[in-house]
């Protein structure tokens, strides 16, 4: 994997602790344009990626992994934030439907479960930020594709976003995994999603909200431009 952030001290730290649970850094960068040079050379399973990278530390990270996955898409990316900066979160999830991750940096703090994020996004998965999936779940919304969905449903499409298999739903709902998997099969009939075997309907299921709250999102940011001076 490669490994692109600006602070050399958090990208040795992180490396370090990696390598310690056999995960391989097959190198580092500390600006975007530095990333896609190592992408293009290495290919990589998985990019981790800061979202804010020289020289204007705003989206250059963001803009790099989206150029990786059009160029190379086979390679992995996963987006790290500070914090939930929702806008660019359903910008990176919405365009791209696999090997794709959102998460807060505080979230590398557990190195098991980062690793197990890693594993899920090299795999073809879909990781998204749980406070990220928690804020959009909660947005109204003028036309909820969501609103035929019960409670307990929409809390085990929220642990599907977050990349959970059923198994990991049930022990986190303390229901059982045949339990979990008649709500994902309720989810699906009720979200109406393709049922060809060539496509993935966990991952449609999490993009159903997910674009709904970008088309909510975009006026919003651009009311924040005309406030930002």
Known sequence: MILAD?????????????AEHGIVVAAQAGTAE???????????????IDIRMPPTHTNEGLRAAEEI??????????VLSQYVEAEYAL???????QRVGYLLKDRTG???????????????????????????????????????????????????AEGRTDRGIAEQLFVTRK?????????????????????????????AFLQVSVNQLGPMAE?????TP
């Open 6 to 18: 600006d602070a050399v001290l958090v990208r040795e730290g992180l490396a370090r602790l990696l």
């Open 34 to 48: 530095e990333l896609l040079r190592v992408v293009a050379r290495d290919q990589p399973d998985v990019a981790v």
């Open 69 to 78: 996955r059009e160029t190379y898409p086979h390679v992995g990316t996963v």
């Open 91 to 97: 910008r990176l999830v919405t365009e791209a439907s």
């Open 110 to 160: 557990d190195v098991a479960d980062f690793v197990a994020v890693l594993e899920r996004v090299a795999a073809g998965g879909t990781v998204v930020e749980p406070s990220l999936v928690d804020e959009l779940l909660n947005m109204p919304a003028a036309r909820d594709p969501l609103a035929e969905l019960t409670q307990r449903e929409r809390e085990v499409l929220a642990l599907v």
């Open 179 to 207: 339990t979990v998997e008649a709500h994902v099969r309720s989810i699906f009939r009720k979200l109406e999603l393709p049922s060809e075997p060539s496509e993935n309907r966990r991952v449609h299921a999490v993009l």
């Open 223 to 227: 009311v924040r431009r005309e406030m």
